[in-house]
């Protein structure tokens, strides 16, 4: 029986001092005010089995209880109410007793009406006798409950520079290749949806955003819903629909254009932040919507937890080795490298062989702690962003996490996210919160200390200066940044971990270090090693950033 009280929208009322106040023993007809005193007070609580209860013989043996509460709810959800209040009691009247009623709405305000109740046989055969009208405040004899809505014209996206990227019907902008790659469509709802936009007032032939900024700002797009909410034929209320003010968003033209030409028409992905705000100024492709290993740029969150753990510092050093095997899997250096030395040498040259062993010393729990302040295992500020992932269950043994604390095992991130990691690094172990929104306060989540992001720059800085990153580098700028190059697949046991085959490659970086306008993350699927795919596009979009910031 519960399963009912779940199904659609049934408001849960708040009428305890109204059970309390209206019962008086040994006045006239008791039984009746008593028997809908409960049942109102059901109603309350969203107990649709108690209320049917109350039905009287005849009623149920015309209605299931299954009909009855989907037709409750469907009134609900219609009338789109979000409570009831008993103002008033009178009667019995001819069977009936009254109730006036306080019913607050999403879409029409506060309604006020009287819901009749009639009451049939009396001491143990009494019963609420259901009609039409019983099922919502308001309603008369044979009337049913529906409602006509319009959505207003959806309101204008405005990029950061305030040029349209999608106004009117048609969602015109005058500049398409760049509203092409941001905005996104509008569908039908979609059936999954249907119950939260019919809840909202939307009517069943409205078009939402599916994906985009469309998507993502759609409440913010769509206005107020108008129309008229009816009793039959009667008006019970009506409001306009209001169109919504201009969205203005994060998005910067050029920026954008620079994203989409450092992708090159191939399948990849690029973001693009402000670090002090959040705010991201281009997404392009596979931005937000693809997730992938994030391979060797997972060594910045493996490294924040060891400096922050005081288990290394920037000067432990490694032996050198092409190998190491952790748990009993072995994992390769990209290409076979011999590499170790200091810390700072061996996350510049991106060595495996130090860094795998390196996550099996910080813990399991301390891993996924630091991996989690940067925002993995967390559902995205953004609406539609796929989440990153760090399954805690992927790290019980060395063998499964040994490969998580280099981007590959069953972690999962997507370029926006990776991007937030290098900017909490940029914007001195504060991870920035996302947003498309212009203008909205700036949220921050405390990562690590200033300290430890400035060892990382530091060691992001090696990348780009004599490691795995020199193709990022801006003559007279000093970038930091990180490669990634992750396996695709992976076996058991002896792994291909550090071979350039079947790999996606990855990279995010910003410049100038110290003091960044603009933290850049690329990844391209299947496209071999970070430096050579992904490297040259942030670059690009970096020194795109410096000439027009």
């Known amino acids: 029986m519960r399963r009912l009280t779940r199904r659609g929208s049934l408001v849960v009322l708040a009428a305890a001092s109204f059970a309390a106040g209206v019962i008086v023993a040994d006045r006239p007809n008791h039984d009746a005010q008593h028997l809908v005193t409960r049942y109102v007070t059901a109603w309350t609580h ?21 009909r009855f509460a989907d037709e409750l709810n469907g009134d609900s959800a219609t009338a789109t109410a979000t409570s009831l209040r008993v103002l008033k009691m009178t009667g019995p009247h001819d069977g009936t007793i009254a109730l006036r009623m306080l019913i607050e709405t999403r879409l029409w305000g506060r309604l006020r009406e009287t819901l009749e109740v009639p009451v049939t046989g009396s001491g143990s055969s009494i019963g609420v006798h259901l009609t039409p009208s019983l099922l919502f405040p308001g309603l008369r004899g044979s009337e049913r409950l529906n409602r006509h809505t319009v959505l207003p014209t959806r309101a204008t996206l405005l990029a950061s520079d305030g040029t349209p990227l999608a106004e009117g019907p048609d969602r015109y902008s005058p500049i ?13 709802i979609p059936k999954a949806d249907a119950a939260h936009y019919t809840a909202m007032g939307y009517p069943p032939d409205a078009k939402v955003g599916s994906d985009g900024l469309e998507h993502i700002f759609q409440t913010r797009l769509a206005g107020q819903v108008g129309g ?8 019970l209320a009506s409001v306009k629909p209001v169109k919504a003010k201009p969205v203005r968003t994060t998005i910067n033209p050029g920026m954008e254009t620079a994203a989409v030409q450092s992708l090159a028409g191939q399948y990849a992905g690029i973001a693009v932040m402000n670090p ?23 060594k910045i969150v493996t490294s924040v937890a060891a400096l922050q753990a005081h288990l290394v510092t920037l000067d432990t050093t490694f032996p050198d080795a092409t190998e190491s095997t952790v748990g009993g899997y072995t994992l390769q250096n990209a290409g076979g490298e011999d590499c170790g030395g200091t810390l700072i040498n061996a996350f510049a040259v991106s060595c495996n062989s130090v860094f795998a062993p390196l996550g099996v010393k910080v813990g399991a729990k301390r891993f996924l702690a630091t991996a989690e302040r940067f925002g993995f295992n967390h559902r995205s500020s953004i609406a539609g962003a796929l989440e990153p992932t760090v ?19 069953l972690v999962q991130a997507t370029p926006l996210q990776m991007t937030d990691v290098a900017a909490t690094i940029a914007d001195r172990g ?31 800085e090696a990348v780009v200066s004599y ?80 000439a027009h910031h």
């Open 276 to 298: 002090h705000t959040g705010g991201l100024e281009a997404l392009a492709g596979i931005a937000f919507s693809a997730l992938q290993p994030p391979g060797s740029t997972m």
């Open 176 to 188: 398409p290749a760049v509203a092409g790659q941001i905005v996104g469509t509008l569908e039908s």
């Open 391 to 409: 399954p805690p269950s992927s790290l019980h043994n060395d063998a499964e996490l040994g490969p998580s604390a280099i981007g590959q095992g």
């Open 46 to 66: 969203g107990r649709v089995a108690a209320m049917y209860a109350m039905l009287d013989q005849g009623s149920k043996a015309r209605v299931s209880e299954r």
């Open 228 to 235: 008229k909410l009816l009793a039959g034929h009667r008006v």
């Open 430 to 460: 504060r991870r920035p919160i996302p947003t498309l929104l212009a203008g909205a306060k700036p949220r921050f989540v405390r990562v690590t200390t200033p300290q430890v992001a400035s060892e990382l720059q530091q060691m992001m």
């Open 467 to 546: 490691g795995t990153g020199t193709t990022a580098q801006i003559p007279g700028v000093t970038v930091a940044g990180k490669t990634g190059t992750s396996q695709i697949a992976n076996g058991t046991g002896s792994s291909t971990v550090g071979s350039l085959q079947n790999t996606d490659a990855w990279f995010v970086g910003y410049a100038p270090a110290g003091s960044p306008d603009v933290v850049a993350g690329s990844l391209f699927p299947n496209a071999g090693s970070g430096a050579d795919a992904a490297a040259p596009s942030v670059r690009d979009v970096i020194e795109y950033a410096l």
